[in-house]
């Protein structure tokens, strides 16, 4: 099993920057990929970005496209998500994901392992 903690959430306003962290423990040598998802109320959760564990490949909604950047630091086991020109319809609880395959990256129902969550609120 791997346990996945978030931080970084918070509000900023409209144009504004944050950056999340998510930090992997346990069976991290079993990951191959990590992704974020978001919520926000009365919506289903949805891809926001990917990345591969080797090979650095990434994967963006187009929601995100030139606004986020995923990364990810391998010896500390943390996946980062900058988010920049933050938009009030970027407000949502944001979730980081893990799996143990590259397959269907951008499916939420393929990742067996989920953090908390981390709430980002844009105002306008």
């Known amino acids: 099993q791997v346990q996945l903690v978030e931080s970084g959430g918070g509000l900023v306003q409209a144009g504004g920057s944050l950056r999340l962290s998510c930090t992997a423990s346990?069976?991290?040598?079993?990951?191959?990929?990590m992704g974020w998802f978001r919520q926000a109320p009365g919506k289903e959760r949805e891809f926001v970005a990917a990345i591969t564990w080797i090979g650095y490949s990434t994967f963006y909604a187009d929601s995100v496209k030139g606004r986020f950047t995923i990364s990810r630091d391998g010896a500390k086991n943390t996946m980062y998500l900058q988010m920049n020109s933050l938009k009030p319809e970027d407000t949502a609880v944001y979730y980081c994901?893990?799996?143990?395959?590259?397959?269907?990256?951008?499916?939420?129902?393929?990742?067996?392992?989920w953090g908390q969550g981390t709430q980002v609120t844009v105002s306008s």
């Open positions: 994901a893990a799996k143990d395959n590259l397959y269907t990256l951008l499916e939420r129902t393929s990742y067996d392992n």
């Open positions: 346990g069976r991290t040598f079993s990951i191959n990929a």
